[in-house]
């Protein structure tokens, strides 16, 4: 029996975590996140964070193991996560992968794409451009130069935004084009599992999860996080809305529901990029677990 590597991937507030663990105790094995935005520790309610009963129930690794004042690249987390498998599978011949950070999770399995060195200049002017609140004009760019691009990545997000347009612009070709080139050999066979539901459940299973973070504190956690709000690991939905508030641009209701609206649309391009996956085995997020398992336990075997 080779290496399996098992990955639960879906859109935002699907359902995850929790299949995640059970997966986990199934096979008697541990977690690998790779949630971009749960790798930081400040940032525990905006990110759903699992909670504590979760955390306990199964291991986790690279949960609120890093700081937002430390940078830390797609890059560093392929390398980190490679040596925490490696070292995972020498005790189980099964780890389980989750996160709704598509980028991460194909980093892990396929290696990470090449793109060409651009000239520095292009960055710095995109920069301005965002600092002079162009966000809006800099989407439009993007989605003439690369469409595939702008449906699939994160545009409310600029550093994301701009790491696309600066390829686009500095190579004349778009971004897309350079991905997926060259896979890398990986010692594991990757299995993928997919959680989907019918849109409008989605929608309000996110609006809840919203309502529940307000609950929990996440006012208090954006006040505390908002002198830092210019770091990378803050351009984020949840964070940035409610910066926007502090700032006095508008009012918390209206932050709420953009937290909502935005995170609806982040769920939308996680369906988008998914989608031209054909490897994913889909399944209803309300199906029993057992059904899952047996499918898996067909291609183990």
Known sequence: ??????????????????LSIKLALHF????????SRQFYKEMKIGTAVPSSEELNAA?????????IFEDYSVGQFEKDALRKLEELFSKNKVVIMVGGSGLYTNAVIDGLDYFPEVNPEIRENLNKQIEKGELKQLQNQL?????????TIEVENPHRLIRALEICIGTGKPYSSFKNKNKEKRNFIPIKIGLTA??????????????????EGLLEEAKKLYEHKNLNALQTVGYRELFNYFDGNCTLEFAKSEIKKNTR?????????????????????????????HKIEEIII
């Open 198 to 215: 019918e849109r409008e459940i989605m929608y309000n299973r996110i609006n809840k999860r919203v309502d529940i973070m307000f609950e």
């Open 265 to 293: 649309r982040f769920s939308k391009r996680q369906v988008t990029w998914n989608k031209k996956d054909t490897t994913i085995h889909w399944f209803d997020f309300e199906i029993p677990t057992s059904e899952i398992f």
């Open 59 to 67: 291991p986790h690794h690279f949960i609120q193991n890093r700081s």
């Open 28 to 35: 008697n094995t541990e977690i690998i996140s790779c949630d």
């Open 143 to 151: 989605k003439k130069l690369d469409i595939e691009s702008y449906n």
């Open 1 to 18: 029996m080779g290496n399996y590597l098992i990955t639960v991937v879906g859109a935002t507030a699907i359902g995850k975590t929790a």
